[in-house]
Nanobody, 118 residues
Framework: QVQLVESGGGLVQTGGSLKLSCVVS????????MAWFRQAPGKEREFVGA????????YYSEALKGRFTVSRDKGKNMLFLQMNSLQPDDTAVYYC???????????WGQGTQVTVSA
């Protein structure tokens, strides 16, 4: 059974940093892209960034590139999202996602709340 469990969310002041973690388990993920999405109240879920589990190539939302960094530790089966220079608009529930390269399999975590105070 595939599980993705996020942690590390919380309350941070404007300009602060936060690092989210996601523990992934239940299968091997060599043919998967691992991603972070976020959903703010009243808005659609949006892509933040992704990394190929096997090769480590990264991809980012153009709007967030430079402030957010996605990384992974294959040995620990963990995905990370380093967030810097946080703004109130970054307030959202952040989700970890694992997607098979064909799109056939798509798994989500339960999300972790990030709140940035003005």
């Amino acid at each position: 059974q595939v599980q993705l469990v996020e942690s590390g969310g919380g309350l941070v002041q404007t300009g602060g940093s936060l690092k989210l973690s996601c523990v992934v388990s239940g299968r091997t993920f060599d043919d998967y892209a691992m991603a972070w999405f976020r959903q703010a109240p009243g808005k659609e879920r949006e892509f933040v960034g992704a990394i190929k589990w096997s090769g480590g190539s990264t991809y980012y939302s153009e709007a967030l590139k430079g402030r957010f960094t996605v990384s992974r530790d294959k040995g620990k089966n963990m995905l990370f999202l380093q967030m810097n220079s946080l703004q109130p608009d970054d307030t959202a529930v952040y989700y970890c996602n694992a997607r098979y390269y064909t799109g056939k399999y798509d798994y989500w975590g339960q999300g972790t709340q990030v709140t940035v105070s003005a």
